[in-house]
C-alpha cells in the first residue's frame, strides 16, 4: 500500500479533533442543531488552518446516517466522504477549474437530486481563482439553490472575490492555529506513531510551520524520513538549513565584543552551509527582542526565545541603548531584503554594522548623518511663533520667521572620516522648501488632535481620484529617501516611507500603511505639517494626508465597489469637497 503523508493520515475526522478554530467550531455545532443551515458558506484564512477540512466535516455532518450533526465514521455517508467518493460531496478545484465552462457544468447538476445523503455539498477551493464571467455564472444559483444543495467556498484571499458573491455566502474567518493546539496535535501523532522526541524539536517545528497545522505535519513527516523514529533539533536544524539557538547568541556576543574576524568567520560559515539568511535576521531580531524585554522588566516571563540563564548571560553583553540600535537595524534590512537580488551582502554588511556599534566605531546612518541638499542655498534654522487662528475659515496658520544670519561656526573634519557607501542617485524631483506655508486641511479637522474621516467623504474622495496623479506618485515613491535625514522632515518622511499611495485626488492623498502604529502618527494633526511638507517638496503638491491600515483599505474598497455595482456612487461633477489653510 501506498505511504499515505501524516497531514492526511492524522486529518480530524469529527469536530472535537480540530486544532484551534474553536469559534467556528461552535458556531457551525450549533447551527446544525438548531437548524440554521445556510445555503452557502465562505471559508477564509491562511494556507494549512483546516479550511478543506472544516468543509469535508461540515458536509459528513449534514448526511451522517445517525442524523444531523453527528460524525459516527461508520455508516457509509461518512465512510465515501472520509474516502472522498461520496456522490453527493463534489469538490471543484478553481485553480484548474476557473472558466465558465467548468461553473456552467457545475450549474447543470445542482438541479438533481441526492444519490445517497441529504445533501448534495459542493465545496470549491481555491475560489478566488475563478474568473469573472465563471463569478458571474455562479451568482444567481449561489443565491437561490434547490434545498438540498449547500456550497461551500475556501480561499485563502478573499478580497479578490466579488462582493456580490460574499453578500450572498456566511463568512467564517479562520485564524493561524495557536502554538498550544500545534503542540498537542504533534505529540499526539508522535506518540501514535511511536516516536521518541524532545521538547526543543517541537517547538522548532512549531516555530517553523509560522500557524499553519498542516504545514506542521509536512515539516515532521519530512524530518522523520530523514532520522527515521526519532526527532531531535539536530535533524530539523541541518533539513532546513538553521542554527542552533546557541549558535545565534555566540554570534551576537561576538558582535557586541567587535570581534569583526569572528564575525566574518561565521559569515562565511552560513553562506557555504546554505543558512536560511532570512529566517536567521529574524531569529537574531527575536533573540534581541528578548533581551530588551528582559533588560526593561528584569522578568523572564516575557521570554519567547531563550531560556533564563541564557537571557541573563547575553543581557551583560548589551546595554539598553546598544540593543535598541541594533533591533533597529535588523528590522530596515529585514525590509531591504525584498529590493536586492542577492540578501547575503546586505546581510554581511549589517553584521559589519552592528559589530562596529559594539565596537563603539563610527557607523554611517548611526552617528552622522549627511544633510540632502535640498535647494542651491543651505536652510537655516527656524524660528516657530505661537499658532495662531486666522482666514475665513479659521484655519491654523503657523508662522515661521527666518534669524538674522548668524556666523557659522568652522568644524573641523572628522580624523577618519568614513567612506560612504555609493547609492543609486534617485530619480530627481522638485524640492522647493516651502516651510511657511499654511497647512490644508479638509474643513471640519483642522482643530481636531487626530483626523478621521468619515465613509461617504471617503467614496466621495475615491470617486474624484486621479489615476495619473497616483501614477505619478508610485513611480517616484522611493524619492521620499532624500528627505529621511533632514534635521526637520527627516522623521515625517521616515513615516510615510513604507506607506503606498492609495487614492490621490487633486489636494488629498490617502495612505494604505502596514502599520496601525504609523497610521496613528501620520494622522496626528502635530504632525500634518511636516508630512505636508514632505509631499509637497518631494512632488510639487500641496495636499492633505491621510492613512489607512491594510484591513480598513480593503473595507473601503468593498464599498466602493458595492456602491459601483449598485449604481449609488455619486457623480463627480456632483462632489465638492471644502479645504481650509489653502
Known amino acids: 500500500m501506498a505511504y499515505k503523508a501524516l497531514y492526511r493520515t492524522y486529518r480530524p475526522s469529527t469536530f472535537s479533533e480540530v486544532a484551534g ?80 465552462d467548468e461553473i456552467r457544468e457545475l450549474i447543470d447538476k445542482v438541479k438533481y437530486g441526492t444519490i445517497l445523503g441529504r445533501y448534495k455539498v459542493y465545496i470549491i477551493d481555491e475560489v478566488h481563482m475563478l474568473s469573472a464571467g465563471a463569478f458571474n455564472a455562479l451568482l444567481k444559483t449561489l443565491e437561490e439553490p434547490p434545498e438540498h444543495v449547500i456550497f461551500i467556498l475556501a480561499t485563502t484571499e478573499p478580497h479578490k472575490i466579488l462582493p456580490t458573491i460574499l453578500s450572498r455566502c456566511q463568512r467564517y474567518d479562520f485564524s493561524k492555529v495557536g502554538e498550544d493546539d500545534i503542540r498537542t496535535r504533534i505529540k499526539v501523532v508522535l506518540e501514535k506513531e511511536n516516536i521518541t522526541y524532545n521538547e526543543d524539536a517541537v517547538n522548532l517545528i512549531i516555530s517553523l510551520a509560522d500557524g499553519g497545522m498542516r504545514d506542521a505535519l509536512s515539516i515532521l513527516d519530512q524530518v522523520l524520513a530523514y532520522s527515521g523514529n526519532q526527532l531531535n533539533v539536530e535533524d530539523i536544524l541541518e533539513i532546513f538549513s538553521l542554527e542552533s539557538t546557541e549558535e545565534k547568541i555566540n554570534l551576537l556576543k ?7 574576524g569572528e564575525v566574518l568567520k561565521r559569515i562565511k560559515k552560513y553562506v557555504e552551509k546554505g543558512t536560511d539568511i532570512k529566517r536567521l535576521t529574524n531569529d537574531l531580531l527575536l533573540i534581541l527582542k528578548d ?47 525584498k529590493n ?20 563603539n566605531k563610527p557607523v554611517i546612518s548611526q552617528e552622522k548623518k549627511a544633510e540632502p541638499k535640498l535647494d542651491s542655498e543651505e536652510l537655516r534654522p527656524l524660528r516657530y511663533e505661537t499658532p495662531v487662528k486666522n482666514g475665513p475659515g479659521n484655519s ?80 517616484n515613491w522611493k524619492n521620499l529617501k532624500r528627505l529621511m535625514a533632514h534635521p526637520s522632515l527627516g522623521k515625517a518622511a521616515t513615516m510615510l516611507i513604507d506607506g503606498r499611495p492609495l487614492v490621490v485626488s487633486n489636494k488629498v492623498l490617502i495612505l494604505e500603511c502596514p502599520s496601525s502604529n504609523i497610521v496613528e502618527k501620520i494622522n496626528l494633526n502635530e504632525n500634518q505639517k511636516d508630512v505636508q511638507n514632505v509631499i509637497k517638496n518631494t512632488f510639487g503638491k500641496k495636499m492633505f494626508v491621510f492613512a489607512v491600515n491594510r484591513s480598513e483599505s480593503v473595507r473601503l474598497q468593498q464599498k466602493y465597489m458595492n456602491l459601483l455595482q449598485l449604481g449609488k456612487l455619486p457623480k463627480p461633477d456632483t462632489i465638492e469637497i471644502d479645504f481650509v489653510g489653502d
Do not use: W
Not at 311 to 336: E, G, P, W
Not at 340 to 359: H, Q, R, S, W, Y
Not at 440 to 468: A, R
Open 340 to 359: 536586492v537580488n542577492d540578501i547575503n551582502p546586505l546581510f554581511e554588511v549589517t553584521l559589519l554594522k552592528l559589530t562596529a556599534m559594539g565596537n
Open 396 to 475: 491654523i496658520v503657523n508662522k515661521i520667521e527666518t534669524p538674522k544670519e548668524e556666523p557659522v561656526m568652522e568644524t573641523k573634519p572628522d580624523p577618519e572620516p568614513v567612506k560612504e557607501e555609493k547609492v543609486e542617485e534617485p530619480i530627481p524631483t522638485p524640492l522647493d522648501i516651502s516651510l511657511d506655508e499654511n497647512i490644508l486641511y479638509i474643513n471640519g479637522t483642522e482643530g481636531i488632535e487626530s483626523f478621521s474621516i468619515d465613509d461617504q467623504t471617503m467614496i466621495e474622495i475615491m470617486v474624484s481620484s486621479k489615476k495619473d496623479i497616483k501614477n505619478e506618485m508610485l513611480r
Open 21 to 100: 478554530q474553536q469559534h467556528i467550531v461552535k458556531t457551525l455545532k450549533n447551527a446544525l442543531t438548531t437548524g440554521k443551515i445556510a445555503h452557502a458558506y465562505l471559508f477564509a484564512g491562511p494556507r494549512g488552518t483546516g479550511k478543506t477540512t472544516m468543509a469535508k466535516l461540515l458536509a459528513k455532518a449534514l448526511n451522517c446516517e445517525h442524523g444531523i450533526g453527528c460524525q459516527c465514521n461508520e455508516c457509509k455517508n461518512c465512510l465515501s466522504i472520509n474516502e472522498g467518493s461520496h456522490p453527493d460531496v463534489l469538490e471543484l478545484d478553481a485553480a484548474s477549474n476557473n472558466g465558465v
Open 254 to 260: 561576538n558582535i557586541a565584543a567587535g570581534n569583526t
Open 291 to 337: 533581551v530588551l524585554i528582559y533588560q526593561n522588566s528584569n522578568s523572564f516571563e516575557y521570554s519567547e526565545v531563550l531560556k533564563n540563564d541564557e537571557l541573563v548571560d547575553l543581557s551583560q553583553s548589551f546595554d539598553n541603548k546598544l540593543v535598541s540600535q541594533m533591533i533597529d537595524a535588523l528590522m530596515d534590512t529585514l525590509k531591504d531584503y
